[in-house]
């Protein structure tokens, strides 16, 4: 049977422990397709040295110096999350094969691979567009890449007692929060650090974002949920005169004063689906509902 030429980008976890039949199993699925096989630099020399993989890589690349049909993101939802912010504008659809626990992103088994590749080959699937926050400092971008696919955290420094953050949305004054910090999060992130500071669960699709503070002053600050059309701008005061800004966990420092804006990127990040998965299986496993805890 003869097949188009896919090119596939492989990124990886490169802190995962021995993984390498599962490793193995998906490079030997898309040698057996003739696909072009791109690998990232990093991961590249880890299957080669640290697993002892022969690789059949056409091109090994770094940065954002790629092009493929698919990226190929093996790790958890961490290691995809890196993968979509090297992907960035490309719009090329990701796919996440977990090697650990089951995730909301990494939602593929390395033993279902090949059905997944066969999938892509068929085109049985479905590709879902995933929105991205945008954070400029100051009017300019925020670190290297600016964009979080999860969420964006103002938070206090280690040592520093908590932080103000006056928040205004479209121009207009919501609040000011006096709090550890505050987590801006898209539907995509709204699992993550956001769920576990008493955020709502936001199903993808749903043209939204939350805002939820963190170990807030006062016990009556409540999670709001925002059109992902809104301006959010933020202004913070802190005593050690300094404070964090995490883009998917990527912490970048600002000084006090540094007027932080947010709003939804012009792109968004594609995620391969199988037309088979189920958002609301993955959410009861994950959540544990329906177990039973007696």
């Not at 091109?59 to 698919?70: C, L, Q, R, S, Y």
């Not at 190929?72 to 290691?79: F, Q």
């Not at 990494?106 to 590749?117: M, V």
């Not at 987590?183 to 749903?206: C, M, R």
């Amino acid at each position: 049977m003869e097949h188009s030429r896919l090119r596939f980008a492989l990124f990886g976890n490169i802190y995962q422990a021995k993984k390498s039949a599962s490793i193995q199993k998906v490079l030997s699925c898309i040698a057996n397709y003739g696909a072009e096989l791109y690998v990232d630099m990093e991961y590249y020399y880890f299957l080669k040295d640290n697993q002892r993989l022969e690789v059949k890589a056409t091109k090994i690349f770094t940065d954002d110096d790629f092009e493929a049909d698919f990226v190929i993101s093996m790790g958890g939802d961490g290691t995809f999350l890196k993968a979509a912010s090297r992907v960035g504008k490309k719009d090329i659809p990701i796919l996440g094969v977990n090697m650990g626990r089951l995730g909301f992103l990494a939602d593929i088994s390395p033993d279902d691979i090949e059905h997944c590749l066969e999938a892509l080959y068929t085109e049985n699937y479905a590709v879902e567009s995933r929105a991205l926050i945008q954070v400029e400092a100051d009017g300019e971008p925020l670190g290297d890449f600016s964009c979080a696919l999860n969420d964006v955290a103002i938070l206090k420094r280690d040592t520093a007692s908590m932080i103000s953050i006056k928040a205004c949305i479209n121009g207009q004054y919501l609040n000011t929060y006096q709090a550890d910090g505050l987590i801006v999060s898209s539907p995509t992130g709204s699992t993550a650090y956001s769920l576990s500071n008493g955020g709502p669960i936001i199903v993808p699709g749903t043209k939204v974002f939350s805002m939820t503070a963190v170990a807030p002053h006062s016990l009556n600050v409540r999670p709001i949920v925002l059109p992902d059309s809104s301006l959010i701008e933020l202004d913070v005061e802190s005593r050690s005169h300094s404070f964090l800004v995490a883009i998917d966990g990527r912490s970048e420092k600002c000084k006090e004063g540094t007027k932080i804006t947010l709003r939804r990127a012009p792109y968004d990040i594609k995620v391969v689906k199988r037309t088979d998965q189920r958002y609301f299986n993955t959410l009861r496993e994950k959540m544990m509902w329906g177990a039973d805890t007696r």
